[in-house]
């Protein structure tokens, strides 16, 4: 981003919309995926959509200016939004049962493996050519996806009558409403929430927008997204957990990815190594729970998962200055291994009982709850870092005074430090005092960084008390 930023002369208030625009149009057009798949079949939804979503990776590369990069990223969202949950429903439509479950662990692992990996490879070519090849490269593994679904696919009739039933006031409600929850969720921290009354309008704008539309979605006899799907005890619950793994996943990796800028000061292709090892132990974890799930209750491997990433985020509650590379790849790899239990499980678990007819709407509602998970997780995430830091900057405070004999022999080493260097006493004290005040900042962000790994940690307990209530689903047998 700071590239990027930089390229196209914005402030990081501005450049921030480029993630905003992306992940509000992907998260609006998910839940009508299922639809427009009935509509111009699996086959040329899927592969349109990877076609635009191309073009408009290109664009982004040549983008001129910061609107043109924040309009076409919202084109792209619309174009990609849509991917995921296609992928999901297409095996939930062309698959047996028994073939399922491994479809699913490929599903997982690849959908794991882009957000660790991307990281790793997005930094080295920012750092090494320029910020234009993240959009280039995301050219390959598109290209072979278009290929693979154009070969793989069967051709299936279209169903452009139900164009002439479409739902636009439905559709309308919900577009403006999920996109402008999305934007207080990005904008909310920066404008400090609820004392903006731009932040209070959009809300309140939004609110009214999704209660209409789920009030239409919930009477009206053939919804475009069955959000009724909430109310069955096992979907429910594992969307439950789904969202708080959501929040997991995508919130460890935020706050693990700030505290390396702010503390260590990594450089982006050094937070991508890091980063990278959620993902590579998972190549190895997703088979052996792929080799579990027809052998042990699928309850079990998710409060294995939810046990295990709980474990993850409570070892990174006593982070320091000192902590780096190795004492992080631990506990990575401990998330990594946890991930497969709930990324593999809960899709499979969630879907076994529902019946064909509900597996669009399925696939939507279980991919929008993972990322509407992660927008919430980030911003109250965002929000508990600033208030944190300033809660422990308050209470470290408390603590350094000019009576305290660890502060003044503190302030007498520091004082002697810059004295040696600038040989002005007065000018040495007030950088000592600069440079302490530095120091408890820093020590109260971190503590702040510890304060969100906890609180996340607690999350994934109440994912464990959830699995308690699930009712037992049939075994899944591999054929």
Known sequence: MREIQAALSANLTEA???????????????????????????RTYATVNITLFMLSLVACALAWDLNAMIALRFLGGLFGGGLMPMAFTVILTTLPQSKRPIAFMFWALLTVQAPTVGPALGGWLTDTFSWELIFYVQLIPAGIAWAFLLYGLDRSPRNLGLLRNIQWFSIAF???????????????????????????????????????????????????????????????LSCFIFFGFGIGVFGTMFILSLYLIQVPQYTASQI???????????????PFVLWLMP????????????????????????????????????????????????????????????????HGSAAAIINMTRDIGGAVGIACLNTGIARRSDFHVDHVSEHVSNYDPETTTRLDQLTQHFLAYSGDLQLAQDQAVAALNSLVARDATIMAYNDM???????????????????????????
Not at 180 to 201: A, K, M, P
Not at 467 to 479: D, E, G, H, I, S
Request: hydrophobic fraction near 55%; charge should be positive; include cysteine.
């Open 174 to 236: 919900m577009a403006v409403g999920l996109f402008l929850f999305i934007t207080v969720l990005e904008e909310g921290n920066r404008n400090d929430w609820f004392t903006s009354d731009y932040i209070t309008q959009l809300a309140t704008i939004s609110g009214v927008c999704l209660i209409v539309f789920i009030s239409i979605q919930l009477y009206r006899k053939e919804p475009y997204i069955n959000l009724r799907l909430y109310g069955r005890r096992n979907f429910g």
């Open 295 to 358: 052998r042990v209750d699928a309850r079990v491997l998710l409060g294995i998962g939810c046990i295990l990433f709980s474990v993850s985020c409570f070892l990174n509650v006593n982070m320091s200055f000192d902590t780096g590379y190795w004492e992080l790849m631990f506990v990575n790899v401990i998330r990594a291994v946890g991930q497969p239990f709930i990324m593999v499980v809960v899709p499979i678990f969630a879907t076994s009982l529902l019946e064909s007819a509900n």
């Open 16 to 42: 921030s919309w480029i993630t905003t625009s992306y992940m509000a149009a992907a998260i609006v057009v998910m839940p009508l995926t299922a639809w427009f798949g009935r509509v111009f079949s699996i």
């Open 272 to 286: 991508g190594t890091v980063v990278m090892w959620i993902g590579i132990p998972q190549i190895v974890a997703a």
């Open 453 to 479: 790994f906890f609180a996340i940690g607690i999350i994934f307990l109440l994912g464990l008390i959830a699995c308690f209530f699930l009712r037992k689903a049939p075994v899944q047998r591999r054929a």
